[in-house]
């Protein structure tokens, strides 16, 4: 499995853009990065997933490196709903297809007015 | 739409006693299905995973079983609990050939 190595805990004023990094070096060309987010005492939510092209959704943007050994997941404008743990992972197929997601410890953001 | 569904949101057992935790997913069929425990202030630990009726992989070795009777349904059991078993407990699916996980509302089990 590809390991994924982030920062503990990141802070982000209101309105402005978090950006959280995650390095994931030993990633295979067919493994695709993950973004989770956990709210505390809930389960963890998807949020959005890329191969090695920039994508984008409602929540948020990610940014793979060139080489797919970083990334960086986007919240354009946090508000105080979006302090949470941050997962980055990486997928590992299993028998029969879908995935086996491993998770890390994530990175703890925490907004601020 | 689809929906999983896990039960009980929070449960106090003492040392020794069985348990069962019950997870369905509702809206799918043959979902990939996943046990996670968090214990408190740590990150998910992936404990089971299945890809279909009976198949069950175990993550690591520890007091805890899984057992998948129904295509939908994901059981959580042990014959008798440790202390070290506290923790919250997560259910989770993901479409047989899909991408993203969907995860229950959790369990948070504390054994006294």
């Known amino acids: 499995d590809a390991k994924t190595t982030q920062p503990t805990s990141m802070d982000c004023a209101e309105g402005r853009a978090a950006n959280l990094p995650c390095n994931h070096s030993t990633i295979s060309g067919n493994e695709y990065v993950y973004w989770y987010r956990q709210i505390h005492s809930q389960g963890p939510q998807y949020i959005i997933h890329g191969l090695k092209n920039n994508e984008t959704n409602e929540m948020a943007s990610l940014i793979i490196t060139e080489d797919r050994k970083s990334s960086t997941l986007i919240l354009p404008h946090a508000t105080l709903r979006d302090t949470a743990v941050y997962y980055c992972?990486?997928?590992?197929?299993?028998?029969?297809?879908?995935?086996?997601?491993?998770f890390g410890t994530g990175t703890q953001l925490k907004v601020e007015l | 739409s689809q929906t999983i569904h896990q039960w009980p949101a929070t449960l106090v057992q003492p040392v020794g006693s069985p348990l069962s935790l019950e997870c369905t997913v509702e809206?799918?069929?043959?979902?990939?299905l996943y046990w996670y425990r968090q214990a408190a202030g740590r990150g998910l630990q992936l404990l089971f995973y299945?890809?279909?009726?009976?198949?069950i992989s175990s993550e690591v070795p520890q007091n805890l079983s899984a057992s998948r009777p129904q295509d939908r349904q994901f059981i959580l059991s042990s014959k008798k609990l440790l202390l070290s078993d506290s923790g919250f407990y997560l259910c989770?699916?993901?479409?047989?050939?899909?991408?993203?996980?969907?995860f229950g509302q959790g369990t948070r089990l504390t054994v006294v």
């Open positions: 299945s890809v279909g009726i009976g198949q």
């Open positions: 989770a699916w993901s479409p047989l050939w899909g991408t993203e996980a969907f």
């Open positions: 809206g799918t069929s043959n979902p990939n």
């Open positions: 992972i990486v997928r590992v197929g299993v028998t029969g297809g879908g995935n086996k997601l491993t």
